[in-house]
């Protein structure tokens, strides 16, 4: 049984920055396609940031140059970091993991629980 535990948000002022963490349990996370996703009150859940089996990374064009994604296949965890955070980065992100490139939240199997993040 899958599982992915998501940690480390919280609230900064705008231009701070905040680390999160993605734990995976019950599988080995190298065999997966990650993404990073969040979801705006009133706003359809989007992709922030992917990183492939091999470490390959894409980042939506809102986020690229400020967050970035990583991964320890070691420890089964992924390593959201967000730089430069802005006030529409407000929102509760998320982790999903799956056995296939996938771009659409609708295609994960595989869910964090979410953390809130508030930028103000």
């Known amino acids: 049984h899958v599982q992915l535990v998501e940690s480390g948000g919280g609230s900064v002022q705008a231009g701070g920055s905040l680390t999160l963490s993605c734990a995976v349990s019950?599988?080995?996370?190298?065999?997966?396609?990650m993404g990073w996703f969040r979801q705006a009150p009133g706003e359809e859940r989007e992709g922030v940031a992917y990183i492939d089996q091999d470490g390959g990374t894409d980042y939506t064009y809102s986020v690229a140059g400020r967050f970035t994604i990583s991964r320890d296949n070691a420890k089964n965890t992924l390593y959201p970091q967000m730089n430069s955070l802005k006030f529409e980065d407000t929102a509760v992100y998320y982790c999903?993991?799956?056995?296939?490139?996938?771009?659409?939240?609708?295609?994960?199997?595989?869910w964090s629980q979410g953390t809130q993040v508030t930028v103000s």
């Open positions: 019950g599988a080995t996370s190298k065999s997966y396609f």
């Open positions: 999903a993991a799956d056995v296939f490139r996938l771009y659409l939240a609708s295609g994960y199997q595989h």
